[in-house]
């Protein structure tokens, strides 16, 4: 059975103080790694998917990572306005639907 | 705006109910899924439909059902319902396997 186990479960950071969110997956065949950020009673909205280990993606001051065991969610001088929770979801070649960890919730502290 | 349409957002109902949850998908996307999120879990897969077919089923409970019409919208059907079924219920869509899924503002549900 797939899994996707996150951590920290929650991380306080100074604004501006850099660090990195993991996700480790076990995943039989792995079609895609996804990153969703979520706030408080709202959707999880998109943010990367990474296919293949040694991938990267950015955006803004996020850039998120994939090795062939685990993800990582970088954020670069943070701004109060980053926090939220982070969802990381992957999803196998034998189907189509997204096995979600259980998030790290980020806060920014001005 | 994600695309992926759901209503109601907010729903009050008594123990022993039966609601009906709605979702519209992005325009072109065949495929649907429901999630459940409860305070403090994770997201649970609850079902998905591909083209008004029933593609994978997750930790669905039997009093639970689910259907996509031809015109792909989706409804999410909860009766009995129980004191532990309060929760969000998020409705996403894609257009392919692989593909982003995007995810609904979710139908929130609290059984009193």
């Known amino acids: 059975e797939d899994q996707v186990t996150q951590s920290p479960e929650a991380l306080r950071l100074q604004e501006g103080e850099s660090s990195s969110l993991n996700c480790s997956y076990t995943v039989s065949g792995l079609r895609g790694l996804f990153w969703y950020r979520q706030d408080p009673g709202k959707g999880p909205e998109f943010l990367f998917t990474?296919?293949?280990a040694g991938e990267e993606k950015e955006k803004e001051r996020l850039k998120a990572t994939l090795t062939k065991k685990e993800s990582f969610l970088h954020i670069t001088a943070p701004k109060p306005e980053d926090s939220a929770t982070y969802l990381c979801a992957a999803a196998n070649f034998g189907n189509e639907k997204l096995t979600f960890g259980t998030g790290t919730r980020l806060t920014i502290i001005p | 705006d994600s695309g992926v349409t759901q209503t109601p957002k907010h729903l009050i109902t008594a123990t022993g109910q039966r609601v009906t949850l709605r979702c519209s998908p992005r325009s072109g996307d065949l495929s649907v899924y429901w999630y459940q999120q409860s305070l403090d879990q994770g997201l649970q897969f609850l079902i998905q439909?591909?083209?008004?077919?029933?593609?994978a089923k997750g930790n669905i409970l039997e009093r639970f059902s689910a259907q996509q019409f031809p015109d792909l919208h989706s409804e999410l059907n909860l009766s009995s319902l129980e004191l532990g079924d309060s929760a969000l219920y998020f409705c996403?869509?894609?257009?392919?396997?692989?593909?982003?899924?995007?995810f609904g503002e979710g139908s929130w549900l609290t059984v009193v």
């Open positions: 990474l296919y293949s």
């Open positions: 439909y591909y083209n008004g077919e029933e593609r």
């Open positions: 996403a869509s894609t257009s392919g396997p692989g593909n982003t899924i995007y």
